[in-house]
């Protein structure tokens, strides 16, 4: 009886352990259908907040910190990216300002079919339409082997790329 309770305990904790490392999920099993219908919402697979929600929300429950970039202000937290439009500052973020961009890095790489299965061709480089909002994959984006998906409105997909003179990048 003993053994069949250790044997229990210790897959209650495999389990558990399991449960909360599933964020640090690879590329390769993130794309499936429950990706697909948060994604048509504005939202990324183990990260809270969505597109369209105010800055002052998204920091309540989410601990980070503001940085510019050339297209955005950006909100930085363990988990994800959020991009945020200039508006009156350059370095601050007011609470009204609403998302536009949710990026994310994984481990791995995502492939063009698995994307296209849930979202059918691409409209851009890379760049898949989903519901209404756009979702856009960047493999080897870093060389450390890991992916960015990032979720967004057309303009914030679009502003990731400020430049693109060959027009491949920017969805119309």
Do not use: W
Request: charged fraction near 20%; charge should be positive.
């Amino acid at each position: 009886m003993k053994m069949l309770n250790r044997a229990v305990l210790i897959l209650f904790a495999f389990l558990l352990f399991i449960s909360i490392n599933a964020e640090n999920t690879s590329a390769s099993t993130y794309v499936n259908k429950e990706f697909s219908t948060l994604a048509k919402k504005g939202k990324l697979k183990g990260v809270s907040g969505q597109v369209g929600m105010t800055y002052g929300s998204l920091k309540k429950n989410n601990k980070g910190k503001v940085a510019p970039s050339e297209a955005f202000l950006l909100y930085n937290t363990k988990k994800a990216t959020y991009g945020f439009f200039y508006g009156k500052s350059y370095t601050k973020i007011s609470s009204n300002q609403k998302v536009v961009l949710i990026s994310r890095d994984l481990s791995g790489n995502i492939k063009a079919n698995q994307i296209q299965k849930y979202f059918g061709k691409p409209v851009a480089k890379n760049a898949y339409k989903a519901g209404k909002y756009y979702i856009r994959v960047l493999n080897n984006y870093h060389e450390d082997g890991t992916v960015t998906i990032q979720v967004g409105t057309k303009d914030g997909i679009n502003s990731v790329y400020t430049t693109d003179e060959e027009g491949i990048y920017h969805i119309k």
